[in-house]
């Protein structure tokens, strides 16, 4: 296949492999390590590949997760916003640069590379950017929903050469870009000791911590009271907890993403509505 915009030989069993080895491994500071070691075999990278997390209102970065050229690893945890005048000019120009083009376009679905803002290296010469990051030429940026208000979370993979990702390169970020953000969902319950559920058992505790009734449950979900029962006794075994309301705020905040997540219901008149 055509190795710059087409899926190669392989590329799919490299990614499944990823997203499963992501499961088995130590959920990390924010993300597997082995993910990142994956997505750099998969897109190979002469700076770093890794999680970074922006708060642009605040002017800092909360954390950074990176595998650098040597696949060595580091991380750096900020609790609270350092005075840091050398980082100053990266945030007067972050907004409006490429850097910033996910949250303020509200596209938070598109991968994004350098070249699709800066074609030609005169382009990226002229980039004001270029001047406060000048140890990579190109990168490639995976984004996600954000968790805490203005805290912008991302993948971004980073290379000096003057060699420009390519559209397989975006195709399989975008392939994996709904695995990426369920592995750290998944590596946030591991790290909370949250105990993984069934789907069917988020679902019950979904709709029990949104205050339905076990016979509401029951309804919207076609089952029995006594199996809505015996779903949230599990739960609360699996969970260490006592009650239902314990349960929902210990593990619900920790929930898979929507995809797997209790549908919105409301317990209307004896009628649900989603």
Known sequence: MDGS?????????????LVDDARQDDPGPAFPWVLFHGLRRL?????????????????????????????????????????????????????????????RSGDLRSVTMTSDFYPTARDRAADPMHEVLP???????VSFPEVVPGAYRRIV????????????????????????HEAWLDAERRRACVPALTAREWEVLGLAGAGLSYPQIAAVLCI??????KHMEHVRERLGVHSVRAAAAL???????????ARVTVWQGGRTTT
Not at 5 to 17: H, I, K, T, Y
Not at 135 to 141: G, K
Not at 166 to 179: A, G, S, V, W
Not at 224 to 229: A, F, I, P
């Open 5 to 17: 915009g087409s899926l190669r030989e392989g590329d799919v069993e490299a990614m499944l492999r």
């Open 43 to 103: 897109i190979p990278c002469d700076v770093d590949v890794g999680y970074i997390c922006n708060n642009y209102s605040e002017r800092w970065s909360p954390m950074h997760q990176l595998l650098d050229e040597d696949h060595a690893h580091h991380v750096e945890v900020v609790d609270e916003r350092p005075p840091d005048p050398d980082a100053e000019p990266f945030w007067d120009l972050f907004w409006d640069s490429h850097c910033g083009y996910p949250q």
């Open 135 to 141: 140890d990579f030429t190109h990168a490639m940026t």
């Open 157 to 180: 993979l980073r290379r000096a050469e003057d060699r420009s990702f390519t559209e397989r390169d975006r195709q399989i970020l975008q392939l994996l870009r709904p695995h990426l």
């Open 224 to 229: 029995s009271v006594g199996t809505v029962r």
């Open 251 to 261: 593990a619900l905040p920790h929930a898979p993403s929507p995809a797997g997540r």
